[in-house]
């Protein structure tokens, strides 16, 4: 007996010893979800003292961008975070506890997550102060229904909301998260606390958005409650590819929504975003939360099963099937100093037009070339002119098949992926055309910067901008070719974005022949890359017979290129691009 006692108090110690060593073991900081092998991503960011501040994640970039409320002190800020990894994120060395450490947030932040294969990543966090009249509601859902997502419309204040949950949800009492940029929100006379303040939506709430200027914008917030036999996913996306948006397809379960994911993606530990009428959604025996559940994705044409149910018991299927994008062919900006522009999609195409891309000659292209909204008829590229790359298009009514993919076939994955590039061109243009760090230099020149050299930053006008060759005043020391870029200060990492403003123009060349007329050419000096200059233009980008330009043009309107004129780096125009016997790539 007392030897039995005494292998039992020893066998109790021993299982004690191994629920502590678990414990240990699952241990980590608040907010680290520990997932194996190469998985390191940051999936969610805020700031414990701003939870309604607007945060972008930008995971094929790696930069997590944050808005706080005008007249913000950013120098001792707290972050709240969740990640994939090993232990926590470190920055400069310092572990990282969500909703603990402390940060001076004057300078971007770089949040390096390692994964247990020892492999690492490095996020860019960079807080921005939203500007004195800034009163925008960017986001709006529920936090007992993270998946019932509010659409905002509206183009002025008063702005809308609606928002549907699920069958069976009591509306009286409801709490909201909210991303605004203002300095405080309020329904009728009560501040409202993102994740806090709770509401009766029985009726339309107003909420008033207010800048630190005291001026106020309005959002009408509808909720309208799902009938019993609602289940649909309405929305579906990934946390860390918010562009990539699924394609939803079919009429009866079993549903498809297909998601085209950028190159080099992981299809393990992603985290879907997803709106839903229903009451709950499962995959397998897992109840699925938008914005939190991870799931490993098969290779495409497998798909992971979704099964969302109804507050009556009935279900429906939505099968997702998950295909990483081919190689870029395109270039890809490498640069420090003055950031890189995000092109998102964008970066997958060397041309891209929202109207037409039309050839007179027989063009060189290297790369992707689209049109979204107009119809695939609206290219007359020929296939013989695609020395790489395909042509993307929203339909199927591109005359050469060898060249084209499908708009319809896949459930319209290639049109997601080209309506996506021309919505990431424009997000790009007015990005660039924001960019106000560091001080832009203005009105070099008059417009007229023929024959100056260049060096890294930005650069700004109200004006057009001409660059033509035979300059006589050879300002700056720079040829008499056109305009030189010189990189030699910063090297390959220089970054270069010229802002023309809305409706002026763009020119390199000039019309007649020398000395006063003919082709010219951005010059590039000093290792300066193709990939890492913007230009921003509000009118049209004509390029000459034979000039050489160097950059990616982002216009509000088109993109003219005559006989024989180069684009090393992206035409991505919101009108049109016409080609004449060019070549364009990198």
Known sequence: MNIFMGVTKSLRWFMALLVVAFVAGCGGSSGVAVAPGSTKAITAYSLAAYPAAVVTINEPLKTIAVIVPNGTSVTALVATFTSTGVGSPTVGGVSQVSGTTVNDFTLPKPYIVTAGDGTTATYTVTVSVASASSKAMSSFSFAAYPAAIGTITGTASPFDIAVTVPSGTVVTNLVATFAATGTGVKVASVSQVSGTTANDFTTPKAYIVTAADSTTATYRVTVTVASTSAKAITGYSFAAFPASIGVISGTTSPFAIAVTVPNGTSLTGLVATFTTTGASVTVGAVTQVSGTTLNNFPAAPASLAYTVHAADATTAIYNVTVTVAAASTSLVCTGTGTSCVPLGGADNFSILAQTMITDAGASSITGNIGVSPAAGSTMTVACASMLTGKVYQVDDTFADAACSLSGTASGGANKTIVDTAVANALTAYNDAAGRTVPAPTVELGAGNISGMTLTPGIYKWSTSVLIYANNPNNIGGGDTTGVTLDCTA???????????????????????????????????????????????????VTILPNSVFNGNILTATQVVMQSGAVVHGRALAQTAVTLISNAVGP
Do not use: E, M, Y
Request: charged share 5%; hydrophobic share 40%; proline share 4%.
């Open 490 to 540: 910063g090297g390959s990492t220089s970054v270069f974005i010229f802002q023309i403003a809305a409706a002026q123009t763009l020119t390199l060349g000039q019309s007649g022949t020398a000395p006063t007329g003919g082709p010219a050419n951005i010059n590039l000096k000093g290792g300066c890359l193709a990939s890492n200059i913007f230009w921003q233009v509000g009118g049209d």
